[in-house]
């Protein structure tokens, strides 16, 4: 499909595409921004991103919302705007019309004991929030499965120290909370980024449990704040250097190049031939190597020598006493 100024390919729309529905209530209009094929299930859609062209089997609004968020790389930076305010508002007017099919029960801790529900004391919005939050942040920096959140013993614990508060669901806690953070947060970061210059980009590799192959881009401030600005899944493409630099070189134009005065990988042949293709392209941002990869790298060296001259040595040692005994 052919791509207009704002990279969104242009389409037509069939009369049963159209935003509404003959019959049920309106179809979202985050529906605008993506290609919708009928499935066999009245009222559901596949989906496939005018911007990224990325597919689902079915979408479902609040995903292809986040999508345009945060996920499409392609996305123009209005359309992204619209959509982070709309996730933004989700959570915090939680009860208004619009939003009614996203909410999620919530279960009392009280559902699960014989408690006096008049004689629990309900929590101001405000520390309710300020209580979600910090459940958030530490199930998700503890690596703790969300399903813990419905675990009665956990209830109980929660119960004990604070009976006023509304525990959220596994549901709730994996899906609007957790979105409702990141997306809180990277709009932060980007504000931040946005007012920043003398950036820093390192970036780096490696191959997680599933054997796919990710890649960090963490930008650092000159006052020493390191923000992970993207984790890519790069396992379908080839890591050329052309390739790393065309990545590289997307979160520069995402941010805006002039504010970067570095970048900074290990020295894998195809990292540092790619810093070499952005250092041409920009000549203000400097190709530096990682000094932290190299005494890793000779620190190894180093132990390794001397773990196997001392292992050599107690063998030796424990030779003799064998033989001598
Ligand atoms: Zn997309």
């Known amino acids: 499909m052919p791509l207009n100024k704002t990279n969104k390919r242009t389409r037509q729309i069939e009369p049963e595409q159209n935003f509404k529905s003959k019959v049920g209530r309106p179809q979202d209009s985050v529906w605008e921004h993506f290609i919708k094929t009928p499935l066999s299930t009245a009222g559901h859609f ?53 939003n009614k099919r996203f909410r999620i029960e919530q279960l009392n801790i009280t559902d699960f004991w014989d408690v006096d529900q008049n004689s629990v004391e309900p929590l101001s919005k405000q520390k309710q929030e300020a209580i979600d939050q ?120 995402k941010i805006g190049p002039d504010k970067f005065a570095a970048v900074v990988t290990d020295n894998a042949a195809n990292c540092a031939l790619a810093r070499s293709i952005i250092s041409e392209k920009y000549p203000f941002i400097v190709n530096t190597r990682c000094i932290a990869h190299c005494v890793n790298l000779i620190t190894k060296d180093v132990l390794g020598k001397f773990l196997s001259i001392f292992l050599n040595y107690f063998i030796n040692l424990l030779n003799i006493l064998v033989i001598n005994n």
């Open 134 to 253: 910090c459940l958030l942040k530490a199930f998700v920096c503890c690596g703790t499965p969300f399903a813990v959140v419905e675990n009665p013993f956990f209830v109980d614990l929660i119960r004990k120290l604070q009976p006023g508060y509304k525990l959220p669901s596994r549901e709730k806690l994996a899906g609007i909370m957790l979105i409702h953070a990141v997306v809180r947060i990277e709009d932060q970061v980007n504000s931040i980024l946005g007012k920043a210059t003398n950036l820093t980009l390192g970036l780096d590799g490696w191959t997680n449990p599933s054997g796919h192959s990710i890649y960090n881009f963490i930008i650092m401030t000159h006052d020493r704040r390191e923000f992970l600005y993207r984790l890519r899944d790069l396992s379908i493409i080839k890591h050329t250097a052309q390739n790393l630099a065309s990545e590289i070189e997307d979160v520069l134009q």
């Open 46 to 98: 596949a989906a496939e991103c005018l911007y990224c062209e990325k597919k689902w089997t079915r979408g479902r609004p609040q995903e292809l919302q986040v999508h345009l968020a945060k996920d499409c790389l392609n996305v123009d930076e209005e359309t992204r705007r619209e959509y982070i305010q709309k996730i933004l508002q989700l959570y915090n007017d939680d009860d208004t019309e619009d």
